[in-house]
């Protein structure tokens, strides 16, 4: 790779579980292609599909903007969902406001927002009720 940076985006539908996760694959595959280690893959792939099911599960849906330079992976998670209410207790790990049906398909666990925090060296939440949440992970290289 040189300086440049290489972005890429993503819709995630959130109308059905069926898609999810498409999005996750396809940074895969675009990650795999720059020649990205498969350690740093793992981890962006990861954080995606678990931000990537958040939205399917919470906001109908959104877009992944992906940006990559030498140096790190960003991956900025953008929906108009109902926003989190309280980010600190979102972030306990089994906590969860997934509905029964979501949680009967073993989606909802209450690790989504925990495992991205896990596995980005660098994540930031933005919500505001009835507007929406942007989450921004960095991945480093």
Do not use: W
């Not at 996760?21 to 981890?43: C, E, F, H, W, Y």
């Not at 599960?57 to 991956?75: F, K, L, M, Q, R």
């Not at 690790?111 to 480093?140: A, F, Q």
């Amino acid at each position: 790779m040189d300086n440049n940076i290489i972005r890429f985006t993503y819709n995630v539908d959130g109308t059905d579980f069926t898609s999810a996760g498409q999005a996750s694959v396809m940074l895969k595959k675009n990650l795999r292609q720059l020649g990205i280690s498969p350690d740093t893959i793992r981890r962006a792939s990861i954080a995606m599909y678990e931000g990537e099911i958040n939205m399917v599960i919470h906001a109908d849906g959104g877009v992944a903007e992906i940006e990559v330079s030498e140096e790190c992976i960003t991956i900025m998670l953008k929906d108009s969902g109902p926003g989190i209410k309280d980010i600190n207790q979102a972030m306990q790990e089994g906590f969860s406001t997934a509905p029964d049906d979501v949680r009967s398909l073993g989606f909802g666990a209450g690790m989504g927002l925990p495992n991205m925090k896990r596995y980005s060296d660098h994540m930031e939440i933005e919500s505001e009720l009835g507007v929406g949440t942007t989450i921004t992970m960095k991945i480093n290289i």
